[in-house]
C-alpha cells in the first residue's frame, strides 16, 4: 500500500536549520509531483514548496530563498532543506505526492517543526 514518512523534525532555535525527509513507497515515485504542506495551529494548510517530476520547483513567497526542496528518485525519497527558520515556520509539515491525470493524492502523517529559542 502507498506509504509516505515524513521524518527530521523536531525543535530548533530561530536562525538554525532542519532538513525534513519523506520516504515514499507503493507507487511509481517518479511520476509524481511531490510537495511539502504545513499547518500551523488554529490556521489551514498551506503549501510550502512542490517539485515536480521533472525537477521543477516553486515554493511559497513565505520561504523563498530559505526553503530547498529537492528529490531522489533512485531512494523514493523528497527533502525539504529549512535554513534560517523562524517562530512563524512552526507547524506539522506533511509530505504529499500527487498526480493530477489519475486523480491520485496520497498524504503522509505530518511531522512537528518547533522554532524557538
Known amino acids: 500500500q502507498v506509504q509516505l514518512v515524513e521524518s527530521g523534525g523536531g525543535l530548533m532555535q530561530p536562525g538554525g536549520s532542519l532538513k525534513l525527509s519523506c520516504a515514499a513507497s507503493?507507487?511509481?515515485?517518479?511520476?509524481?509531483?511531490m510537495g511539502w504542506y504545513r499547518q500551523a495551529p488554529g490556521k489551514q494548510r498551506e503549501l510550502v514548496a512542490q517539485?515536480?517530476?521533472?525537477?521543477?520547483?516553486h515554493y511559497a513567497d513565505s520561504v523563498k530563498g530559505r526553503f530547498t526542496i529537492s528529490r531522489d528518485n533512485a531512494k523514493n525519497t523528497v527533502y525539504l532543506q529549512m535554513n534560517r527558520l523562524k517562530p512563524e515556520d512552526t507547524a506539522v509539515y506533511y509530505c504529499?505526492?500527487?498526480?493530477?491525470?489519475?486523480?491520485?493524492?496520497?498524504w503522509g502523517q505530518g511531522t512537528q517543526v518547533t522554532v524557538s529559542s
Open positions: 507503493g507507487f511509481i515515485f517518479s511520476t509524481y509531483a
Open positions: 504529499n505526492a500527487k498526480r493530477v491525470e489519475i486523480r491520485r493524492d496520497y
Open positions: 517539485i515536480t517530476s521533472g525537477g521543477s520547483a
